[in-house]
């Protein structure tokens, strides 16, 4: 039925990869946008473990929390200027030339960091690699979507987010790769000009997107793609629907502008679920996990660097599967109901988190005078005076020691080297000190006190990132690359992914100074909160669009009704929404 649903029998993740030798090409055309994906992810990914060596490096890093932060948020703020121009350049110069763009900002971005002799340097190359991320993080999945069939549109374009998953899991296993290697973090920084040039090539060689080519008037062109990507049974349906919507909109005298976007009912309906989808994905935490994995181990109580990166890749992994288990049901279960059950896990992950950061800051190892005085007197922290009543030495733990300063000295956790958990020594942070309690056997504390709950708090990252990837993760990029009208597809889809960025910055921004102020356990409680206000939205104003041709999405926003109840089969509820409208609802 021409604009209908397609129904699903669950095959369709079969037929997905049926296609690797049935039509070849429409997984050429998905792969290769795809990369964008890749890139998207290894950038923002690889900073969590350079970050650890940039601050061995460069000691004003070390030392200044907002200069770490600057160095993670600036490829953010570049996002946000890139997701901003992606929208106009991809309407104005097509999806296959923004994707050429991006990659070229990608390589210079990785060549200016991997040469970089100062912090400053490394901001600038932040700012390139961010305006690179930000136009594909909006560009590839969109033309992905349009390249895509109908049927098996939310698989490929879930496709995007296994990459930028899987991205995300390469940079933290080059991470690890390098960390004996002289120049650790250039060479973690550097490599993502290598798939940059790879995509260049292979998109040189690849058409542009045919819903494009044909709102440019080029219909020959549009029509040639869309027989290669269609079957002969369905390509006549889906030239003629895009003939259609092409024409409707050329009918509009409307011009494109914000206050057109609000005064259109279907795209204001449209912008607040992919606008709140993207900014919900942020605010619940998701990029701070990946952005701050290996030091929210560390807070966790592990010392070592090469262990906290290690045990990230556990939990890289673990997004990168979900992003698979994503590709399986995302056709077969539902937008909506994917986002809910992702949700529900998120909220139960985040408690786990609240509560055992709680217990690990409560439970800290004591500091021991007679541990302290085992070291030079110069190298004890300036705060601790075990000798003065008013300094309160006696009740001093690792939490305590960690958050002391004096001027511009910081103070470190010496463990006992009978064992991490007994009293220790509260001394003077720096790489003399650490030298020297690892010279007798112990392990050094900056970021985090041991703990007999570490594994606890691993066991909550891998729940969270278990339940957030194939839902969270990936449905608010499918959701953003087929709910708009093709007329406003590409500023929509800039807007959004421009929130998307806004949110992320203002949670990268500020996760490490709300730990330091607040504490781990009561942040992760804010995130928990902000999970359930992302329920609550998913439930009122997310429409389900499984199985829509792109063209009839516009038609099911307009007569858009609330549906909470996303479990129940589309025929159901369309039946009830027809009874609704003869009662005159």
Known sequence: MEGGAHEFDGSTFKECFSLSWRNPYVLRLAFSAGIGGLLFGYDTGVISGALLYIRDDFVSVDRNTWLQEMIVSMAVAGAIIGAAIGGWTTDRF???ASILVADSLFFAGAAVMASATRPAQLVVGRVFVGLGVGM???TSPLYISEASPARIRGALVSTNGFLITGGQ???YLINLAFTKAPGTWRWMLGVAALPAVVQFGLMLALPESPRWLYRQGRAEEAEAILRRIYSAEEVEREIEELKESVAAERGSSEKLSLVALVRTATVRRGLVAGVGLQVFQQLVGINTVMYYSPTIVQLAGFASNQTALALSLVTSGLNALGSVVS?????????RKLLVISLVGVILSLGVLTAVFHETASHSPAVSATETARFDASLTCPSYRPSSPASGGASWDCTRCLKAAAGSSECGFCASGAGRLLPGACLVSNNTVRD????????WYTRGCPSRYGWLALLGLALYIIFFSPGMGTVPWIVNSEIYPLRYRGVCGGAAATANWVSNL???QSFLSLTEAIGTSWTFLIFGGLSVAAL???LVCVPETKGLPIEEVEKMLERRELRLRFWAPRHTQDNGKESGKNAGV
């Open 136 to 138: 594909a993080s909006m």
């Open 536 to 538: 609550a939205f998913v």
């Open 506 to 508: 203002a949670v990268a």
């Open 94 to 96: 097509g999806r296959r």
């Open 436 to 443: 020297a309690c690892h010279g007798e056997g112990r392990l």
């Open 327 to 335: 590709i399986y049901f995302i056709d077969r279960t539902g937008r």
């Open 169 to 171: 899991f390469l940079a």
